[in-house]
């Protein structure tokens, strides 16, 4: 849950989430699995790598890699054999999506092996996988036209998608290409977009923890102008801090300005005379007595 007191880190929020683009830094990606105690080290490129204590599960933050794939994750049953399974991201993806990822991870790891190395349903993997969808399409990600061999959605601006690959596939690739069994994409083109993949091993609730992060609803906060231009122009922006009322005009102030009560005017009033006008003409006084 989001600290509501924390401070915001953007001038701006963005939806849809998947157009927010990377916020440039791995930590906190990296702090579930710092917290669980887990081994850091880096080497003089700047590269940086997180160990479990029983060495099953290893990351790599390599910011100076050999292409872009700045987040690289890879669990062993054997520690001294070949990857159980793989995650990668690019270094445009949301950091978001990737603390998504690791904080899943972090709670199967201490849930134990049967979580983290937990292999797909073999009598039916594809409806087992199913699950991993289930938050696209309650979000109103639409089924693509078929394609041999693949289930495809995507949102419906058409700004990011996600491919199943059906079918067998070659384990190494998996690992070294983008041709794996899950392939998670976003963004208006190439030069702004992002990625992110998962091998056929994965367990499904790791894949779930990135697809209910990337279709969630709540924007994310960016500064707008460390922002790629594709994704600004393609993006909805909405200021952190509302912008001021504008100033009012003079016409503004005397449309509003509050009415004045008349002002008091002299009036002739006419009063009752407790006098008599000169050219009145009195009665004469009787001289007779009273009788």
């Given at each position: 849950m989001?600290?509501?007191?924390?401070?915001?880190?953007?001038d701006?929020?963005?939806?849809p989430r998947y157009?927010?683009g990377?916020?440039?830094?791995?930590?906190?990606a990296?702090?579930?699995?710092m917290?669980?105690g887990w081994?850091l080290?880096d080497?003089?490129l700047?590269n940086?790598y997180?160990?479990?204590?029983d060495r099953?599960?290893?990351?790599?933050y390599l910011?100076?890699?050999?292409?872009?794939g700045l987040?690289r994750?890879?669990a062993y049953?054997?520690?001294?054999g070949?990857p159980a399974?793989?995650?990668?991201f690019?270094?445009q993806?949301?950091?978001?999506?990737?603390t998504?990822?690791t904080?899943?991870?972090?709670a199967a790891y201490?849930a134990?092996p049967?979580?983290y190395?937990a292999?797909p349903?073999p009598?039916?993997p594809e409806?087992?996988?199913f699950?991993?969808v289930?938050?696209?399409?309650?979000?109103?990600?639409k089924?693509?036209?078929?394609?041999w061999g693949?289930?495809?959605?995507?949102t419906?601006?058409?700004?990011?998608?996600?491919?199943y690959?059906?079918?067998?596939?070659?384990?190494?690739?998996?690992l070294?290409t983008?041709?794996?069994?899950?392939?998670l994409?976003?963004?208006p083109k190439?030069?702004?977009?992002?990625?992110a993949?998962?091998?056929?091993n994965t367990p499904?609730?790791?894949?779930t923890?990135i697809t209910e992060?990337?279709?969630?609803?709540a924007?994310?906060?960016?500064w707008?102008?460390h922002?790629?231009?594709?994704l600004?122009?393609?993006?909805?922006l909405?200021p952190v801090?509302p912008?001021p009322?504008?100033?009012?005009t003079?016409l503004?102030?005397r449309?509003?300005?509050?009415?004045?009560?008349?002002?008091?005017?002299t009036?002739?009033?006419?009063?009752?005379?407790t006098t008599t006008a000169?050219?009145a003409?009195?009665p004469?006084?009787?001289?007779g007595?009273r009788?």
């Amino acid at each position: 849950m989001t600290d509501p007191d924390a401070e915001i880190d953007g001038d701006v929020y963005v939806f849809p989430r998947y157009l927010a683009g990377s916020t440039y830094t791995g930590d906190p990606a990296l702090e579930p699995l710092m917290a669980l105690g887990w081994e850091l080290t880096d080497d003089d490129l700047g590269n940086v790598y997180v160990t479990a204590p029983d060495r099953k599960i290893r990351l790599g933050y390599l910011p100076e890699g050999g292409d872009d794939g700045l987040w690289r994750i890879n669990a062993y049953s054997d520690r001294f054999g070949p990857p159980a399974w793989g995650v990668s991201f690019n270094d445009q993806c949301p950091t978001e999506f990737v603390t998504a990822f690791t904080m899943a991870l972090a709670a199967a790891y201490q849930a134990g092996p049967e979580h983290y190395l937990a292999q797909p349903d073999p009598a039916d993997p594809e409806l087992d996988a199913f699950h991993a969808v289930v938050p696209l399409i309650n979000r109103g990600w639409k089924i693509q036209h078929p394609r041999w061999g693949v289930l495809e959605l995507q949102t419906p601006d058409g700004m990011a998608g996600i491919e199943y690959a059906q079918g067998r596939l070659d384990a190494e690739k998996e690992l070294t290409t983008l041709q794996a069994r899950w392939y998670l994409w976003g963004g208006p083109k190439i030069s702004s977009g992002w990625y992110a993949t998962a091998s056929t091993n994965t367990p499904i609730p790791l894949v779930t923890a990135i697809t209910e992060s990337v279709s969630d609803l709540a924007p994310l906060p960016r500064w707008k102008d460390h922002m790629l231009r594709g994704l600004r122009e393609n993006a909805q922006l909405i200021p952190v801090t509302p912008p001021p009322p504008p100033v009012p005009t003079p016409l503004d102030v005397r449309r509003t300005a509050p009415r004045r009560a008349p002002a008091l005017t002299t009036r002739n009033i006419p009063r009752w005379s407790t006098t008599t006008a000169p050219s009145a003409v009195l009665p004469s006084r009787s001289s007779g007595p009273r009788r």
